[in-house]
Structures are given as C-alpha cells and as structure tokens.
C-alpha cells in the first residue's frame, strides 16, 4: 500500500502561484511514476502532469503547458506541482496518484494509489 497527502490548496486570485506537495508513505516511493489530476465540479476527472518514477521524463496536459511543472524530490518520498499564471479554469480538486506499471500516463485507470485531493480555487 501507497498512502498519499496532498498539501499547497487555497485561494488565489488569477495570475497567481500555487505549490501543491504529495507526500508518499509505505512502500518505496522511487518505485512508482506519480501524477495529478484534477475535478472540477460536474466534470470527469482530469489528467493534469506525471513524472516518471526517475524523474527523467515529465507529461504535461496541452491546457498546463508552461503554466504548470511537475517534479519529485525521492529522497522525501514527495512529488510537487508549481502551478503558475493560474486562471478561474483551473478551479478543481487537485489529486495525487501513484502508479508503479503505467501504459498510458494520461489514463486514471493507470495509477493504483490516489490521495484525497487538495481544494485549488481562482478568482478572477
């Protein structure tokens, strides 16, 4: 078992940063390729960014690209989306989900672990 916490959410005004964490206990962290997701309300849930299990190959969603980075810091057992340039679009629950065989990185159907989400809210 993987439990995750996410941790960073609040309110902020459009134009603004966030730095959402996923913090990652049980069983070996650098084992698995991490991502975010997020739902807003009445809508499926969202592929937002991945990170390899190594850090070597990063996914981003096209309506992120350049506004959103996904990183891991393995020797903390935590992955982290620093989201800039934020906009009203990207109010949702963000989620953390860990995923230690992946086909497709876009796919929730992929991850076997997810936290419980951390609420991100933008006004304009």
């Known amino acids: 078992q993987v439990q995750l916490v996410e941790s960073g959410g609040g309110l902020v005004q459009a134009g603004g940063s966030l730095r959402l964490s996923c913090a990652a206990s049980?069983?070996?962290?650098?084992?698995?390729?991490m991502a975010w997701f997020r739902q807003a309300p009445g809508k499926e849930r969202e592929f937002v960014a991945a990170?390899?299990?190594?850090?070597?190959?990063?996914y981003s969603a096209n309506s992120v690209k350049g506004r959103f980075t996904i990183s891991r810091d393995n020797a903390k057992n935590t992955v982290y989306l620093q989201m800039n340039s934020l906009e009203p679009e990207d109010t949702a629950v963000y989620y953390c989900a860990a995923g230690s065989r992946i086909n497709n990185y876009y796919a929730p159907s992929g991850y076997n672990y997810w936290g419980r989400g951390t609420q991100v809210t933008v006004s304009s």
């Open positions: 049980g069983r070996t962290f650098s084992n698995y390729n």
């Open positions: 990170i390899s299990w190594s850090g070597g190959s990063t």
